[in-house]
């Protein structure tokens, strides 16, 4: 089966109509014809669900529709090259993206990130914020350390970040390819990626290369569904403050985007 959409026809289209009256949202007649009340059936079932509501049936609403044909999703893995990267990222040392490259990527298949935007979402947030393609800790700043503070002071009782007082500010600092900052993810995202409590103990583990390719693509896992949602609407700054939590690093990200967008295979 194909992804179903707008125009679609024919015996499965008339197999969705069914399902969705069968789950409680009704397309109208089963007609073998995606029309507008099929679209806006699936739109709602959609929402429902918690996947992007594009309206269009792909791998993972005919997963959540309990079809049993569903097809294959597309990557746009194949075409995610060292010499494409090299382009978005064009003051990188082309070694450092020959070897955690293949790092990055696999995260996103282990993680189902495999289409067009998603991956271009994970190598721009790199590029924003580890432009080098390696793992890093984050520096000091005056967004992050007061006038004459201790170290990352500013992090310590922020509560957005979990964090709970001195020590945790400048412990749970950012790390990794996106820059994973707060106690809270880095429990919530160790746990994720299977290390258990292990991250909290020992945060600088985010920097490792192999788990800092896990934690960028969990990361960005989290917040699928909305950077999704501003990605479609080619709203690349709402898309980087779901990262970021703000908009530092937009112009690189931004770049990188935009080349790989030009450069990048679409997913098939």
Request: charged share 20%; aromatic share 6%; glycine share 10%.
């Amino acid at each position: 089966m194909d992804t179903l959409r707008m125009g679609s026809t024919g015996a499965d289209v008339s197999t969705l109509q069914d399902r969705l009256r069968a789950l409680g949202f009704s397309p109208g007649a089963t007609d073998g014809d995606f029309g507008p009340g099929t679209q806006a059936a699936v739109l709602a079932f959609q929402r429902s669900e918690g996947l992007l509501a594009d309206g269009m049936v792909g791998p993972r609403t005919a997963v959540a529709l309990g079809l049993t044909n569903i097809p294959e999703a597309p990557s746009a893995i194949p075409g995610v090259t060292v010499q494409v990267v090299s382009q978005m990222f064009p003051r990188t040392l082309v070694r450092n993206i020959q070897v955690n490259l293949p790092r990055v990527l696999g995260a996103l298949v282990e993680t189902q990130l495999t289409d067009k935007k998603m991956v271009l979402m994970a190598l721009g947030t790199i590029r924003a914020e580890t432009e080098s393609f390696l793992p890093i800790s984050e520096f000091q700043s005056r967004f992050n350390t007061s006038p004459g503070g201790h170290p990352f002071d500013l992090y310590d009782n922020r509560k957005d970040l979990g964090n709970q007082g001195p020590p945790d500010g400048e412990r749970y600092r950012g790390r990794g390819f996106v820059q994973l900052t707060g106690r809270a993810n880095y429990q919530a995202h160790g746990l994720a990626i299977g290390l258990g409590d292990q991250l909290v103990k020992d945060p600088d583990l985010a920097n490792d290369p192999d788990l800092a390719s896990k934690l960028l693509a969990s990361f960005i896992k989290s917040k699928e569904v909305r950077i999704k949602e501003a990605l479609q609407a080619d709203d690349l700054a709402t898309a980087r403050t779901l990262v970021n939590g703000g908009s530092h690093g937009l112009a690189d990200f931004a770049d990188a985007y935009r080349i790989g967008e030009s450069l990048i295979p679409e997913a098939a």
